[in-house]
């Protein structure tokens, strides 16, 4: 017994040795998550429906993470996926429309901090979306649907103030979308051609900022509330093409409120 307790000893001893080693090969990853719902008013022009302008309400829901690419690094990923439903009317008011999308979106930042409470990111994005556009008015042509894929840019600005003993924190994000493919029907052209009758008409085009200047701008106030903090602010979603001889525009203006959490993940 005399001659295992000094084996006994050096064992624990060289656990206890170990133990600091394999705390600081610990390492804390920080993810944000964030809920957002929305509420305006829509603008809707498709000249596949009507030659008209239809205007109503919108509501949205946006789900937001952010991430370190790895501990320490300036690199953030980032995804943002969603959705909306819309209402509008002619301005004869014998027309409506029926208006959904859904959207997802992956971006990689690189984190600039030109000062202790302000930084800026800015990085590559790439989306998809689908929607469509229901008329309760036609008979023949009643829909018009959309589905596509686009690649642009993403930048963000945040700033951190103190109001009130709080930490308050101010973000403003903006995403382009440069070059990309759009499904779209040709001028005339019905859904019953391109898929019954296998009429096409290169129903697959290019976008770019060109003829499809769109744009997705968010601008948010953080007010901290326990372990999480509450936001409200404004949206602002542009999304148009011409395509095909045909012009399309959904223009909104929303706003919004929601909440977003800080998690610090542990990894060994």
């Known amino acids: 017994m ?9 064992v624990i001893a060289l656990l206890c040795g170990t133990l600091p ?28 429906l009507s030659p008209l302008e239809y205007t109503g309400w919108q509501v949205s829901t946006l789900h937001l993470t952010e991430r370190t690419l790895r501990p320490g ?37 690189r984190v600039w901090q030109p000062a202790p409470s302000f930084s800026l990111a800015g990085g590559p994005m790439a989306e998809i979306f689908l929607g469509g556009t229901y008329s309760q008015r036609n008979g023949n042509n009643p829909a018009q649907g959309r589905v596509g894929a686009t690649i642009g840019m993403s ?17 403003v994000v903006l995403d382009v979308p440069l070059v990309g493919l759009a499904f779209t029907p040709a001028y005339g052209q019905s859904y019953y051609e391109i898929f019954e009758l296998g009429h096409r008409d290169r129903n697959v085009r290019p976008t770019w900022i060109g003829n499809a200047p ?3 701008l968010t601008a948010q106030i953080e007010v901290p509330l326990g372990r999480a903090a509450l936001v409200a602010g404004y949206q602002a979603d542009i999304r148009q093409h011409k395509l095909a001889g045909l012009k399309r525009h959904g223009w909104s203006n929303r706003f919004i409120v929601g909440w977003t959490r800080r998690l610090q993940i542990l990894k060994r």
């Open 73 to 109: 690094s300036r690199w953030t990923l980032s995804a943002r996926y969603g959705g909306d439903l819309g209402r509008a009317m002619s301005p004869t008011e014998d027309g409506k429309y029926w208006d959904a999308n859904l959207y997802a979106a992956a971006k990689v930042r």
């Open 2 to 10: 005399k001659k295992k307790l000094p084996i006994l000893l050096s």
């Open 214 to 216: 769109s744009a997705l």
């Open 155 to 171: 930048g963000k600005a945040a700033y951190n103030f103190r109001l009130w003993r709080r930490d308050w924190r101010a973000v």
């Open 21 to 48: 080693l394999r705390s600081q090969t610990d390492t804390v990853r920080v993810v944000d998550y964030t809920h957002l719902f929305g509420i305006g008013g829509v603008n809707i022009l498709d000249t596949y």
